[in-house]
């Protein structure tokens, strides 16, 4: 049965390897190429909340992981926690963040559902992503994510997703697109974080690690497909700066 299912996700992400894969390679490549210490490592995610998300033993070989993520795997704690994050890092130690949103993938291949842990009925995976998909499809009326204190991560996950509408839609497998989207959008922020609060880490080196996290059923091994992986020298991150709107030329002609 792990050979079927991996024809299937390999059908779908190519460059999908198993979560232990990808943990043994990475870690390994930090200590080899990078003489990265692990022990002075400070681990952190953006990945979705979702309890299935355990596929990779990196929190298992690295101590404290520190938590960014919520629903669909955006960076919620923000600027405030990417500082958090950069102030407890160990002294003469490294950053390391992984970072992407996940997707579920059914024993014959279908993208969006998944069997989990003690349950016989088939569930979302990503939950977020699908309920922010369905809303997009509504034809009724056009659908304007408004804030909710209440649910402000799903409000939040769903104003990312809809500049991307008509890609998303327009796609051949709208669950798929929006699972991609929302990595290209964590991808966006977690950089945008980091060079924000460059001023603020206690280390000289950021590894980033990115990619799509595929949950399969109880039994199976999960997988990921990686998308980036980098080393960011801390001292030559280009530090974040806003431009001013009265330097436009529009504004001065207003």
Not at 165 to 190: A, C, D, W
Not at 227 to 240: A, G, H, Q, S, W
């Amino acid at each position: 049965m792990s050979n079927s299912i991996e024809k299937l996700i390999l059908k779908e992400y190519p460059g999908a390897r198993t979560g232990e894969e990808v943990t043994a390679t990475y870690l390994s490549y930090l200590e080899d190429k990078y003489a990265a210490d692990l022990n002075k490592m400070l681990f952190a995610t953006s990945i979705c909340s979702d309890d299935i998300n355990v596929s990779t033993d990196f929190r298992r070989v690295l101590n404290r992981p520190f938590t960014m993520g919520g629903l669909g795997g955006l960076p919620y704690t923000g600027f405030t926690g990417m500082v958090a994050y950069g102030h407890h890092i160990p002294d003469g130690g490294d950053a390391f963040i992984f970072y992407g949103p996940h997707i579920g993938v059914t024993d014959d291949g279908e993208l969006g559902k998944m069997l989990r842990p003690g349950q016989k009925n088939f569930s979302n995976s990503c939950g977020a992503l699908v309920l922010a998909l369905e809303r997009i499809k509504r034809e009724d009326d056009v659908y304007i994510p408004i804030n909710d204190e209440f649910d402000y991560q799903q409000v939040l996950l769903e104003r990312t997703v809809m500049p991307f509408k008509q890609r998303i839609l327009e796609s051949s497998n709208p669950i798929k697109e929006i699972t991609e989207v929302t990595y290209e959008n964590i991808h966006r922020r977690i950089h945008f974080l980091v060079e924000k609060a460059k001023d603020e880490f206690h280390c000289d080196r950021v590894f980033l690690l990115g990619g799509v996290i595929l949950n399969t059923s109880p039994g199976m091994k999960d997988y990921v497909e990686i998308r980036n992986f980098e080393m960011l020298d801390v001292k030559n991150i280009t530090p974040y700066s806003t431009e001013s709107i009265l330097e436009h030329d529009a504004f001065v002609n207003m």
